[in-house]
C-alpha cells in the first residue's frame, strides 16, 4: 500500500491550501484516513480523520477552518485547509489505518508566513 501526498507549499497568513493524499489502492479498504503534521522540534500531532461511514473528526484547533473530504472514484482524500495561520507551518502526512496495520504516505510541507 502506497500513500502519496501532495499540495503544500507556501502560503501567508490567512490563506488557504488544499492537500491531498493518494492511495495506490481503494481508500474503502482503510478504517479510517487521516492527516498528521509535525512542527520542527514538536511530536507528530493528529489533525483531521475520515471514517468508512464518513464520520469526521477535527483536533480543536482546525476546527472550523480544514475540511477532510475523501474522493473514492479517485483514491484519494483531502484536507482543504482555510484561513490558515502561523502555527499551521508543519510537515502534513497522511495515514491509513486497515485494522491494526497503519500505513503513512510522505510529509509534505505547509509554511504559512505571518
Known amino acids: 500500500v502506497q500513500l502519496q501526498a501532495s499540495g503544500g507549499g507556501l502560503v501567508q497568513a490567512g490563506g488557504s491550501l488544499r492537500l491531498s493524499c493518494a492511495a495506490s489502492e481503494s481508500i474503502l479498504s482503510f478504517n479510517t484516513l487521516g492527516w498528521y503534521r509535525q512542527a520542527p522540534g514538536k511530536q507528530r500531532e493528529w489533525v483531521a480523520t475520515i471514517t468508512n461511514s464518513v464520520t469526521t473528526n477535527y483536533v480543536d484547533s482546525v476546527k472550523g477552518r480544514f475540511t477532510i473530504s475523501r474522493d473514492v472514484a479517485k483514491r484519494t482524500v483531502s484536507l482543504q485547509m482555510n484561513s490558515l495561520k502561523s502555527e499551521d507551518t508543519a510537515s502534513y502526512y497522511c495515514?491509513?489505518?486497515?485494522?491494526?496495520?497503519?500505513?503513512w504516505g510522505q510529509g509534505t510541507q505547509v509554511t504559512v508566513s505571518s
Open positions: 495515514n491509513g489505518l486497515r485494522g491494526r496495520a497503519s500505513y
